[in-house]
């Protein structure tokens, strides 16, 4: 199974600050054939199902706010908001669907000071 | 718009089976795309448990062994989990989503495994 490992575990930020957080994968993500990296972000808000944010890494799902950027490729992602809002206070998980079983990291807790 | 909806006991005892339904609107299930369960243990880890596709066929956990089995109804536009031999550890929320990206999910269902 490829392991998804996220960092940080939780993380406290301030309305407007920009927030960082990786998801390193144990074999690389990247698709060969069509160059795109198997990886998805998603947000999991207090209460709610998880949400998909972002595929092959970098692409937003239709009608998620720009603030929302995911970049990397191989083993190595990120997903950064880029002026966090008291809105995106959640759980964001990655995960990989390059392979079944499908895997998820375990996740980086977004709470708002 | 698509929409999925778990629906099923609360409440297993254990040894006995775990079985949920997924109905689906919006969208047939024999038109494409993959048809998840995944669950999400206290604690908040997510697990996928496998699919069955639009054809009918299955992929799954291998960590569930021989206990799980995803079927379908496609007259009612629903599919089914079955989970056998249940331990307190199968004690979690569990979800139904759509397609590989994981891109539409029901809003989740409790299922405690208790005597």
């Known amino acids: 199974d490829i392991v998804m490992t996220q960092s940080p575990s939780s993380l406290a930020m301030s309305v407007g600050q920009k927030v960082t957080m990786t998801c390193n994968s144990s074999?690389?993500?990247?698709?060969?054939?069509?160059?795109?990296?198997?990886l998805a972000w998603c947000q999991q808000k207090p209460g709610q199902s998880p949400k998909l944010l972002v595929y092959?890494?970098?692409t937003r799902e239709s009608g998620v706010p720009d603030r929302f950027i995911g970049s990397g490729s191989g083993t190595d992602f990120t997903l950064t908001i880029s002026s966090v809002q008291a809105e995106d206070l959640a759980d964001y998980f990655c995960?990989?669907?390059?392979?079944?079983?499908?895997?998820f990291g375990s996740g980086t807790k977004l709470e708002i000071k | 718009d698509v929409q999925l909806q778990e629906s099923g006991p609360g409440l297993v005892k254990p040894s006995q089976s775990l079985s949920l339904t997924c109905s689906v609107t919006?969208?047939?299930?024999?038109?494409?795309?993959?048809w998840n369960w995944i669950r999400q243990f206290p604690g908040n880890k997510l697990e996928w448990m496998g699919y069955?596709?639009?054809?009918?066929?299955?992929n799954y956990n291998p960590s569930l062994k021989n206990r799980i089995s995803i079927t379908r109804d496609t007259s009612k536009n629903q599919f089914f989990l079955k989970l056998n031999s249940v331990t307190t550890e199968d004690t979690a929320t569990y979800y139904c989503?759509?397609?590989?990206?994981?891109?539409?999910w029901g809003q989740g269902t409790l299922v405690t495994v208790s005597a």
């Open positions: 995960q990989q669907h390059y392979s079944t079983p499908f895997t």
């Open positions: 069955i596709s639009y054809d009918g066929t299955n």
């Open positions: 074999q690389s993500l990247l698709n060969t054939s069509n160059q795109k990296n198997f």
């Open positions: 092959f890494a970098s």
């Open positions: 919006g969208y047939s299930i024999t038109s494409g795309y993959y």
């Open positions: 989503a759509r397609g590989w990206l994981l891109s539409y």
